[in-house]
RNA sequence: GUCCCGUUCGUCUAGCGGUUAGGACUCAGGAUUUUCAUUCCUGCAACAGGGGUUCGAUUCCCCUACGGGACGCCA
C-alpha cells in the first residue's frame, strides 16, 4: 500500500524564491522516490498581496524545473479545489468543530485558539523530536473574518489527506501551533520535515529575492538549463553519496530520501550552479543543443533568419563544446554573422610581442588560396606542413590567422572555423587584416 | 530579549568510536591540445573551543562561543 500525500503550498507572491523551488523539490522527489502523489495547493488567503498574475510566475516556474504536480491549479483532483480562496465553506465546518470543542473564543472582533500551554512534540524526519511549547492564544480568523494561515494550513493538511509536510526551517517554530490545532480537530499530525534553509553567498541571513540568483525565474531569463538549476539544487541539503554529483533525475529519485536531508542551512554558490550549468550544455545532445541555441539567438542582436540554416547550423555544431553558457553565445559566435570584424587590440600586441603576425599570415595566405577544398584535415596539414617549413611552432600560424579572421583569440578549432567561414571569407578577412595594419 | 535549530577545507558535502579525514566548486601550478575551454595530474585548504564518557573521540553527552530561524489579525 502506497499513500505517500506530500504538498508544496506556496503563496503568490510575484517571484518564485530558489528556496521555495527547492522545498518544491525535496517534496516532488519524496513523492516520485515513494510512489505518491505531489500536490500544488495555493495559500492565497491574503488578498491584499496576492493577485491572479502572481500566480503564473508560480506556475510556470515548477513546470520550467520539471516539477509536476498530480493535484492541483490545472489538474484538478479529488481533493479540490486547490486555491484557499476557494475554500471558505471548508474552513467554516472546521471553525465550527473548534467552536463546539470550546478551543476557540472571540476577542477584540477576531477569533482565538486556546493554546495547551504543553509542550508540543513534533516528530521531524529530519531533526528528530523536537519539543516547543505555545505560550499565547493566536488569532485564526480576523477581524474581517478571513481565516488565517495557521488555521488553513491545517485544515487543508487534514483534508486533503497530507501524510508528509516537507517545508522551511523557517516553519519549525509554526510547527507547535499547528501541532495544537491537529489535536483539537482530533486529528493525528502527519510527520513533518523541516529542511534547511538556504543562506546568501556573502554577508548574513538567509537568500532574499534581491540577492543574485535567488528568482527561479531569472535562471530562465539567462538561459540556464533547467536541469542543470534542479540538480544543483538537490545538492544543497542533500547529498547521493559515492562521491557524486551530477546525476540524472531518476537517479536521483532513486537515491533521495527526506531522512538523508542535512540539518544544517547551505550557502548558496553562484560558480559551482555556473559550473553546472556548463557541464549541462557541455553534453547536451548537439540536436537539444541547436535548437534552443536557435531560441536565444532569436531574442539577441544577430540576425540568424538572414542567413542559411545550414551555416547556422555548422556554427553551432563547432561552438557547442567550447561554450560555457547560453548567455555567452551571441558574442561568442558574432563574427560569424558580421561584414566587418573588430580585433582584440589588447590580444594583437601581445601576439605581436611573441612572433611576427604579417610574416605567418602572407606564408599561410600564399598556401591558403591554392587549397582545392577547405575542410579541417586539408587546412590542419596545411599548417603543419607550413611550420615544418618555416621552421616554427603550429601555434604561429593558428594565433594569427583566428586573430585574423575572427578578431579574436577564444573560439573553436580554428581548422573547424575556418571550413565553416568558407575559403572566399577568410582571404577576404585576411586582405582586410593585412591592408588595415 | 525569549524560544527553537544548527556547527567537517573559503563554499557544497562524505564520514555515523580506531581513516594518511574522502569528493566537488573556487584558487594556484603542470601535462596534453592549435588559443580559450575540455581532459589529466599536482598543490593550497577543515573536524569552533572547553569539559566529560571511553582503551580510543570528527563521530556519544554537557557547557561556552558562533551561525541561523521564529516570535503579525504575512504566509
Redesign the pocket.
Known sequence: MNDVRVRFA??PTGFFHIGSARTALFNWLYAKHRGGKFILRI?D??DE?DRKEFLDVLIHGLRWLGLDWDEGPDVGGEYGPYFQSQRSDVYQKYIEILKNKGFAYEK???LYFKVSHRPQVIHDLI??D???EEEKD??IV???G?P??HLVNVVDDISMRITHIIRG??????TSKHIELFNAFGEKPPLFAHI??I?KSQG???MSKRDTGALIEDYEKNHFIAAAVRNYLC???W?P?E?R?ILPLDEIIRLFDIGDV??????F?E??MS?FNSEYLRSLPFDDFHSRALVVLKNSPIAVDKFDARYVRDVLAICQ??L?SFVELPNFIEYFFVEKITHDREALAKLQSKFDIQTRLREFKLAFESLDTVDETSV?NLVHELATKHGVN??EY??SV?LAVSGR???????GLLRVLGKEVVLERLNAFASQS
Open positions: 506556496p503563496s495559500e488567503t491574503d498581496r477584540d472582533g477576531a531533526r528528530g523536537v519539543a516547543r493566536f488569532v480576523r477581524t474581517n478571513k488565517v494561515f526551517e523557517d516553519h519549525l517554530s509554526n534547511p534553509l543562506l548574513s541571513g538567509k545538492l544543497l541539503g547529498s553519496k562521491d554529483e542535512n540539518k544544517n542551512n547551505a550557502r554558490d560558480k559551482k559550473f563544446e567550447k560555457r590542419e603550429t601555434g593558428i594565433h583566428r583569440t577564444v573560439g573553436p578549432s580554428l581548422f
